[in-house]
C-alpha cells in the first residue's frame, strides 16, 4: 500500500491517538484540522526515511531546491560608498534574486521539498547507517514501510512501520534525532511518546502475525556526529505504555459515543497541579533552565 493510500483509509492510528494524553479536546482537533505544516526537521526525517526504505518514491514525492543562492545572478547592493560597484555577488540567502526563485520553485510544484544542504544530510545519514553491519542486516531482513490494519478494543485502528521482519517478528522504528546517546535519546523517546506509538505497532503487528515481535529503535543523528545505534525496547517498557493506551482508547470511546470531548481538566471543574519530587527536595529556587516542555508528537509516519 503507498502511502497516499494508507493516508486516505479512515481508521484511528498512533500519531492521533498519542494527542489524547494531552486532552480530548486536543485529539478532536487534530482530527478535524489535521496536523498541521511539517517543520523543517519533520521534513529532513520523512525524506530520509523515504530515501533509505522506498528509494523508488523519492522523486515522486520530494524535490531539491537548486543552489539558487550560488547563481551568478544573485546579486547584493553595495554595502559602503567606497565599494567600486554598486552590486556585488553573493550566496546569500536574503537578497531579492534568491527569494524571487525560491518562491517560484515552490509555486512549480506540489512535493516536499528539501535544500539542497538537507538532501546532502540525509544521504549523509544513509551513509552513516549503512556503514555499520548489524544495521544493514536488520535493514536486509525487514520488509519496508509496511501498513498494518486491526482493531484495537473495537476501535479500527491503521499504523505504518518502517521495518517488519516476519521470521523470528521484528518491528523497527528509524528515528532522526539530533543527538542519540541514551540520556538525551531517552527523554525524547517519552516526551514525544514513542513508548505508546510503539506499543501500538506491536500490538497490530501481533494481530497480523499471530505472534508478539520485538520491538526495537534505530536512531540516526543528523547534524554533529552522525552516529547512530540500535536500541531494542522492552517489554516492560511497551506493557507500561500499553496499559496507558487502553485507558486513553476507553476515554476516545466514551467521547465519541457522547460528542464531549473535554479538556485538559477532563470536565471537572479544576484539577490538582503535580510538581515532580525532586522540585520540591530544597527551599532554594529552582532552576528550571534543563527542564524541558512538552513537545507534539512528530507527524505520521516517521518520526
Not at 165 to 194: E, I, N
Not at 263 to 279: M, S
Request: glycine share 4%; hydrophobic share 35%; charged share 35%.
Amino acid at each position: 500500500m503507498d502511502w497516499d493510500e494508507y493516508c486516505k483509509l479512515d481508521r484511528m492510528n498512533a500519531s492521533t491517538l498519542v494527542y489524547a494524553a494531552h486532552s480530548m479536546k486536543r485529539m478532536k482537533r487534530i482530527m478535524d484540522s489535521g496536523f498541521g505544516e511539517e517543520s523543517d526537521a519533520m521534513r529532513l526525517g520523512t525524506g530520509i526515511h523515504v530515501l533509505l526504505l522506498e528509494p523508488d518514491e523519492f522523486e515522486e514525492r520530494f524535490a531539491v531546491m537548486p543552489d539558487f543562492e550560488n547563481d551568478i545572478g544573485n546579486m547584493r547592493a553595495a554595502k559602503r560608498k567606497d565599494e567600486p560597484d554598486k552590486e556585488r555577488r553573493t550566496t546569500s540567502k536574503q537578497t531579492k534574486y534568491y527569494k524571487a526563485k525560491a518562491a517560484h520553485f515552490k509555486q512549480t510544484t506540489d512535493k516536499s521539498i528539501l535544500t539542497r544542504a538537507e538532501y546532502d544530510t540525509a544521504l549523509h545519514a544513509i551513509e552513516e547507517l549503512r556503514s555499520r553491519p548489524h544495521i544493514v542486516e536488520v535493514l536486509d531482513q525487514c520488509e519496508k514501510e509496511q501498513t498494518l490494519l486491526g482493531e484495537i478494543h473495537g476501535v479500527p485502528f491503521k499504523g505504518r512501520v518502517d521495518l517488519l521482519r516476519v521470521k523470528r517478528p521484528l518491528v523497527v522504528d528509524l528515528k532522526t534525532t539530533k543527538d542519540c546517546h541514551k540520556s538525551a535519546f531517552g527523554k525524547q523517546f517519552m516526551r514525544l511518546r514513542y513508548d505508546m506509538k510503539l506499543a501500538i505497532y506491536r500490538e497490530l503487528a501481533t494481530q497480523r502475525l499471530g505472534e508478539k515481535p520485538e520491538v526495537a529503535v534505530i536512531t540516526q543523528e543528523v547534524e554533529g556526529d552522525f552516529d547512530n545505534t540500535f536500541v531494542p525496547v522492552s517489554d516492560a517498557v511497551l506493557d507500561n505504555a500499553w496499559g496507558k493506551v487502553v485507558k486513553l482508547l476507553a476515554k476516545y470511546v466514551e467521547a465519541k459515543k457522547e460528542n464531549y470531548w473535554p479538556g485538559v481538566d477532563g470536565g471537572k471543574k479544576l484539577y490538582e497541579l503535580v510538581i515532580p519530587n525532586w522540585a520540591m527536595e530544597e527551599d532554594d529556587e529552582m532552576d528550571w533552565s534543563d527542564v524541558e516542555s512538552k513537545e507534539e508528537p512528530m507527524l505520521e509516519p516517521h518520526f
